[in-house]
């Protein structure tokens, strides 16, 4: 079943918009990602669940991504085991 001509939270519906976290998306997975790739620019999570209130859910959102993201580390993993390079 498609779900096309269903409207947005009709339990007939094959998919529907969920909140961040609450979903099928491993959002830590697109994190890690974005770091192995480089990427320094915004990230940027657009917010949409029908079933819940939009400033609960964005402001849970929000939080949620905020709590994911993470610097990515700039040395190798093992400079952190050189004692002469410990404290620079």
């Known amino acids: 079943m498609f779900g096309g001509h269903t409207d ?3 339990p007939r519906r094959a998919w ?8 099928d998306i491993k959002f830590e997975d697109v994190i890690v990602a974005l770091n192995d790739v480089g990427y320094a620019g915004p990230l940027s999570v657009e917010w949409e669940d029908g079933r819940m209130d939009r400033f609960f859910g964005a402001a849970e959102s929000a939080a949620y991504v905020k709590k994911l993201a993470f610097p990515s580390n700039k040395v190798a993993f093992d400079a952190a085991f ?3 390079a410990q404290g620079k």
């Open 8 to 10: 947005f939270c009709d």
């Open 16 to 23: 529907d918009f969920r909140s961040v976290g609450r979903g």
């Open 82 to 84: 050189d004692k002469s």
